[in-house]
């Protein structure tokens, strides 16, 4: 398939917002695609070379982006980067030197998409000494062939910067369009896309096998499946209204999410954002299988730091020492760890997902046996207010975060947010109710104490409509020293030459980090704000919303990716709410 087919398509999207149109275009390109490479079409749309979880990622780096456009166009690098530095867009620059340059040259050989994206695979797969000079190589060599217009894209797929607004939903729209011809069969397509977590897998299967092999679509023994999550509940009296008279609490944990496959000796570990993390735990991937009494199985679990003195729960930041290449094993015994378990989603070859909590439990207590290491999550049914309340004081004591609430009649949703499950935590009791998880997206260097490092950051929330992370608030409290040297190290390699255009700011931060790190804010109250841009317009014309007075908790939230940061959408709630409980208060 020629490239310069998709790179139309890319162009198109590009230019709009509406879902419709999207939608429109993208069912158009999808007719246009030979089946054999309608997955590759998919995960390119996406940015993307394979699902994220098996976590072949492009990244190439700027510098070496604009040394490979030297290299092909002859102009030398000062010219590309004043170029870039005009627009902040590497792509469009690489676009504007190249059109100069083909006005002499001839027209080259057309290339395939199949090329850019077995030339994208192989620049991924590059690593060692010598990787930088053949990434050089190879991204010319497409440069050499490409129009300028199939340039910017090409850049763009390298950086990681094509950003065409696409969401996975309206991607199943446009698939159960193009090939089942009808778009209600995006709901089949949905329950195929939660429990693969692979949208290139479920485009193939409906293009190729067609709309009825989807409806038999199966789990897949190491693809993780996405995780059911939890409403967020205030309090025990808005737990039984919304729950009846007997439900499952389970002690709400504060550790990492991770969802464990195993058959046999062999195991993969996937995070909450479904990253493989299965080398940070290498004690997991030692011991766990010895207490797996099936052939095999999917099983979701809670890593929670402990002291191995008291055995209590030691708060989330402790398992950040595992986030690291080097001296794991020194990390493995110093921080230990117990593996909480909670969930069965697969067993024996079967799904899990549609028995129901109580049968689940069951049979996540007969396939797995518990010893020091291995526990099940702590779990009694509750019937009312003072036994909730009474559970709820064990957890806090445990070292846990609250309690979960889990409907006992209720199946798996697999990739869904709903009532099923509910989370009460203690901290919601504090002034604005929650604890708000942000993306850093730029810094102000201390003074003092603090020199050399980040004193204060500039956060933001994540605006799902267009895809952008928008200004909340400065935070420069609540850092420890550790903290202040921790975040400097992540976040030091993140600091870019240009604002990235997803970061909608007007703030003048000393650095611009590309928003790839979330930590944890409270706050006491959201105020509407004239500089900040979260939530722009919603409430007021021209003014955002702000966080009063935020500090940070101490959990930078590795597990998380930016898409999962808090939302405008929960913000707007918050500040709805809190006018509402000062609106109460004023009639007391
Ligand atoms: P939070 O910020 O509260 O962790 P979240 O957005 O990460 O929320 P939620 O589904 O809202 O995810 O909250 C559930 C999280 O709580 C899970 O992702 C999991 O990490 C953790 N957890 C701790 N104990 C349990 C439990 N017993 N059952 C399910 N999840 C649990």
């Known amino acids: 398939m020629e490239f310069s087919i998709l790179v139309d398509s890319f162009y198109k999207m590009e230019s709009t917002r509406k879902r419709l149109e999207l939608t429109q275009f993208l069912v158009e390109l999808f007719e246009k695609t030979p089946i054999e490479i309608i997955s590759k079409i998919v995960y390119l749309i996406q940015g993307k070379l394979r699902p994220d979880f098996e976590g072949i990622e492009l990244g190439v780096a700027e510098r070496i982006a ?17 170029e870039y530095r005009k ?3 590497l792509g469009h620059a690489a676009s504007i030197i190249l059109e100069q340059k083909t006005q002499t040259t001839f027209l080259v050989e057309d290339i395939t998409v199949e090329r850019v994206y077995e030339t994208l695979f192989k620049i991924a797969k590059l690593e060692g000494p010598h990787s930088q000079d053949m990434k050089m190589k190879y991204i010319s060599s497409l440069l050499n062939d490409a129009s300028p217009l199939e340039a910017n894209y090409i850049l763009k797929l390298l950086l990681g910067t094509l950003r065409l607004g696409v969401a996975e939903n309206t991607m199943m729209d446009a698939l159960a369009i193009a090939f089942s011809g009808d778009k209600d069969n995006r709901k089949i397509l949905q329950h195929a896309y939660n429990v693969s977590s692979d949208l290139g897998k479920v485009a193939e299967t409906i293009a190729i096998d067609g709309i009825e092999e989807i409806k038999k679509f199966k789990i897949i023994l190491f693809n993780p499946i996405r995780p059911m999550l939890a409403d967020r509940i205030k309090s025990e009296e808005e737990a039984i209204e919304k729950m009846g008279n007997a439900f499952a609490a389970e002690y709400k944990l504060d550790g990492e999410r991770v969802q464990l496959h195993i058959e046999g000796e062999k195991m993969e570990l996937f995070s909450r954002s479904l990253e493989n993390i299965s080398s940070y735990y290498p004690d997991i991937i030692e011991k766990i299988p010895k207490n797996i009494q099936v052939d095999n199985i999917i099983v979701e679990a809670e890593i929670v730091a402990i002291n191995e003195n008291t055995g209590k729960f030691l708060p ?15 990390a493995v015994t110093q921080y230990p760890i117990t593996v909480n378990f909670f969930d069965i989603l697969y067993c024996n070859g079967k799904s899990c997902l549609e028995l129901n909590y109580k049968d689940r439990r069951r049979k996540l207590e007969e396939s797995v046996k518990e010893d020091n290491f291995a526990k099940y999550i702590p779990m009694s049914i509750v019937t009312n207010k003072n036994e909730i309340e009474d559970f709820m004081e064990n957890s806090i004591n445990s070292g846990s975060e609250g309690l979960m609430l889990k409907l006992l009649d209720k199946p798996y949703q697999a990739g869904s947010r709903g009532s099923h499950w509910l989370k009460l935590k203690r901290e919601y009791q504090n002034e604005l109710g929650d604890s708000l998880d942000l993306v850093v997206i730029g810094g102000f260097f201390g003074k003092g104490r603090r020199t050399g490092s980040y004193g204060t950051l500039l956060l933001a929330t994540y605006d799902e409509d267009e895809d952008v992370f928008t200004s909340i608030c400065k935070v420069g409290t609540g850092f ?12 030091n390699p993140k600091v870019t030459i240009k604002k990235n255009p997803r970061i909608i700011s007007e703030m003048k931060a000393d650095v611009w980090f590309e928003p790839e790190l979330v930590i944890e804010v409270v706050a006491s109250e959201i105020t509407l704000s004239p500089i900040h841009k979260a939530a722009m317009d919603k409430i007021r014309k021209e003014t955002g919303l702000a966080l009063r007075f935020p500090k940070f908790t101490g959990k930078i939230r590795v597990e998380k990716a930016v898409e999962d940061a808090s939302t405008n959408e929960e913000i707007i709630a918050l500040y709805k709410g809190q006018k509402k409980v000062a609106h109460d208060k004023n009639l007391m």
């Open 66 to 82: 604009m040394r490979s456009i030297s290299k092909s166009s002859g102009i030398p690098i000062k010219k590309i980067e004043t």
């Open 87 to 89: 627009g902040g867009d």
């Open 480 to 491: 420890t020293d550790e903290d202040l040297d921790q975040l400097y190290q992540m976040l």
């Open 316 to 330: 989330f930041q402790e398992l950040m020492h595992r986030r690291r290449k080097y001296k794991i094993e020194k």
